[in-house]
């Protein structure tokens, strides 16, 4: 079955990440048709970008072993679905960074975003990374999930407030990649 991965795009102390990527896990396991797995970029500490050429122009060749790991891993997923915090009205470096490494591994790829923030809930990093998804070749779908005040946004058993938009929302960005995978 195809897979989709969830990219979780921050690594911080402390980060809020934890509670939206386990949010979207948990709906993906009834949502039928692909299989989904967890990516945690603590887990890929890749260095800032060292590579000694762009990998657009040596597609696949690596010289940093995470990279090497980033990349073998990447080439599994059919589609993504990255989970990203709004830092500074834009995306994290770090996440940035990830998708930097790689090259032909996202191409033709259907993406979508789940976004978090302050009130404009993290719309304004969604719709930067859809400009560089858009160099890496990938599709970017239209529906996406949008949480805003996420401070208040979970409550202490892990319910999400508005949760029956949100879950309309991802149940039509993950139909929107199916139609790509
Ligand atoms: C460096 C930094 C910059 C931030 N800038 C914004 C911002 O521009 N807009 C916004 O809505 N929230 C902003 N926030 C608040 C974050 O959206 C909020 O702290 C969120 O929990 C960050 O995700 P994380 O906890 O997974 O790292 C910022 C947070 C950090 C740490």
Known sequence: MAKIQVILGSTRQGRSGDKVAAWVMKELANIPGAE?????LRDYPLPFFDEPVSPGSKPGEYTHEEAKRWSEKIKEGAGYIIVTPEY???YPAVLKNALDYLY???QN????FVSYGGAAAGARSAEQLT???RELHMIAVRDAVLIPSIWAAFDASGALAGVEGHLKSLKAMVAGMMKFM
Do not use: R
């Not at 989904?36 to 945690?40: A, C, F, K, P, S």
């Open 36 to 40: 989904y797995e967890l990516l945690d």
């Open 88 to 90: 500074n009205h834009g």
């Open 104 to 106: 032909v591994e996202w």
């Open 109 to 112: 790829k259907p993406v979508g």
């Open 131 to 133: 400009q560089v998804v």
